[in-house]
C-alpha cells in the first residue's frame, strides 16, 4: 500500500513538472500573458529563422510604442501551436501574428480567431486559399527555390549532377522548394538531380548526411541546393574544408539564409552564393499591419500576399545585400502607409496625412 502511494506521488509530481516546463516553454522569456497585450506574435519553436521574425516583432513593438506578446511553442507542428494559441485566445488579445505550421489545419485555427473577432496575418508560409487570414507576409517559397535552381545550374554550365539537400519534410516550405527545384531541373535535359537528401533540423545530423552523401558520390556531384537553414550552415562548413583539399574537384552551390559561416565561405571563394530572405521584415511587416488595422485600418482586399522578398548573395554584393533587404523592407512599409495598394486609412488619418509635415511661413 505504501509502495503504491509513493508511485501515485510520484506520477503527481512528475506531471507538475511536466506542466511547469511546457508552459514555461511556451512563453520563451517573454513572460506571462496579462491579456493586455493587443497582438500575440507566434512562433513555432525555438529555430534560427524564429528568431530573426522575433526580432522583427520587437522592433516593431519598439518603434510603434504598442505592447507585443512573443510567444513560442515547443514542437514544429499545428497541434502544438493550436494548443498554444487557443489558450491565448480566450484572454484579450485582438490580433495574432502567427506561422501557419500546415497549410490547410492553420485555416481552422484562424477561422476560430476570427469567430471570436481576432485578426491573423500569417508569415513565414502561406496557407491554402481561401484563408480567414488577411495577410500573408512572406517569401514567396517555391519561386525563391526555383532562382535558386537556376542560379545552381548556370554555375554548373548547364549540366551535371545536383544534390539537393532538403530540411524539416514535415514542414509545407520544405515540400514547395522541392518541387520548385524538380520544375527547374526538368527544363535542363542535361541536368539532373543525383541524390535528394532530407530531415535534418540539426545542423549535426545535416553534417553527417551531407558528408555521407559526398563520401559515396562525390565523384558524381557537380553542384548541391540546400533550402533550410541548418543544412546550409552545414553544407557552407563541408565545402569549406572540401575545396581546401587540393584532389577535390570544385563543386557548385547554392543555399538559402545568411548565418555567419555561410557569409564567410561567400567572401572567402569556398562557397558560391546563398539566398537571403528577409525573416526580420515577416516579423515586422506582419506586426506592423496588426498594429494599423487595430487603430482603423483597412484591408482594400479580403486577402493579400506580401512578397518579404530575396536577395541572391553572391562575393559581388555579400557586403551589401543586407542594405538591399532592408530596403525591400522599407518599400513594403512606405506602401502599406502611403499609398491604398493593401490597406485604406481611416478617414481622419486619411486628412492628416495630406497636410503638410511643416506648414509654411507667412
Given at each position: ?9 510520484l ?6 513538472v ?18 493586455d ?21 520587437e522592433?516593431c ?20 501551436e ?9 484572454k ?13 489545419a492553420?485555416?481552422?485555427?484562424f477561422?476560430?480567431?476570427?469567430d ?7 508569415y ?46 514535415t ?21 539532373k ?19 555521407s ?17 541548418s ?19 570544385r563543386?557548385?552551390y ?9 557569409i ?42 506580401i ?21 525591400i ?29 511643416t506648414?509654411?511661413?507667412?
Amino acid at each position: 500500500m505504501k509502495s503504491s502511494l509513493r508511485i501515485v506521488g510520484l506520477l503527481a509530481v512528475s506531471a507538475a513538472v511536466v506542466a511547469w516546463v511546457l508552459g514555461v516553454g511556451c512563453q520563451n522569456n517573454a513572460g506571462s500573458s496579462s491579456g493586455d497585450e493587443p497582438i500575440v506574435w507566434y512562433g513555432m519553436m525555438p529555430h534560427p529563422y524564429i528568431s530573426e521574425v522575433q526580432q522583427g516583432a520587437e522592433a516593431c513593438e519598439k518603434d510603434n510604442n504598442i505592447k507585443i506578446l512573443k510567444v513560442v511553442g515547443q514542437e514544429w507542428t499545428q497541434d502544438n501551436e493550436n494548443s498554444n494559441i487557443r489558450a491565448l485566445s480566450t484572454k484579450n488579445h485582438k490580433a495574432f501574428s502567427i506561422y501557419p505550421g500546415d497549410p490547410s489545419a492553420a485555416n481552422g485555427l484562424f477561422n476560430q480567431l476570427k469567430d471570436h473577432g481576432q485578426i491573423v496575418v500569417a508569415y513565414g508560409a502561406e496557407p491554402d486559399l481561401p484563408t480567414p487570414a488577411v495577410f500573408t507576409v512572406a517569401t514567396p517559397i517555391k519561386e525563391a527555390a526555383m532562382v535558386a535552381a537556376e542560379e545552381l545550374i548556370k554555375m554548373m554550365g548547364d549540366k551535371g549532377n545536383i544534390l539537393n539537400v532538403l530540411e524539416t519534410v514535415t514542414d509545407i516550405n520544405t515540400k514547395k522548394r522541392d518541387e520548385g527545384i524538380n520544375e527547374v531541373v526538368a527544363k535542363h535535359p542535361n541536368v539532373k538531380i543525383i541524390q535528394t537528401i532530407s530531415d535534418m533540423t540539426q545542423e549535426s545530423v545535416a553534417k553527417e548526411r551531407i558528408q555521407s552523401a559526398l563520401a559515396a558520390r562525390g565523384a558524381e556531384i557537380d553542384g548541391i541546393i540546400t533550402t533550410g537553414y541548418s543544412p546550409t550552415i552545414a553544407a557552407a562548413a563541408i565545402l569549406t574544408e572540401w575545396h581546401n583539399d587540393a584532389s577535390h574537384k570544385r563543386i557548385r552551390y547554392i543555399g538559402i539564409d545568411t548565418g555567419k559561416t555561410v557569409i564567410t565561405a561567400i567572401r572567402n571563394g569556398a562557397i558560391d552564393a546563398t539566398v537571403a530572405q528577409n525573416p526580420f521584415g515577416h516579423g515586422y511587416i506582419s506586426t506592423t499591419i496588426l498594429k494599423m488595422m487595430l487603430d482603423g485600418w483597412k484591408p482594400v482586399k479580403d486577402y493579400q500576399f506580401i512578397n518579404a522578398g530575396i536577395v541572391v548573395v553572391t562575393k559581388a554584393n555579400v557586403d551589401t545585400y543586407a542594405t538591399e533587404v532592408r530596403k525591400i523592407t522599407d518599400g513594403i512599409l512606405a506602401d502599406l502607409k502611403n499609398t491604398k495598394k493593401y490597406l485604406a486609412a481611416p478617414a481622419a488619418a486619411a486628412v492628416v496625412a495630406r497636410q503638410p509635415t511643416t506648414q509654411p511661413a507667412n
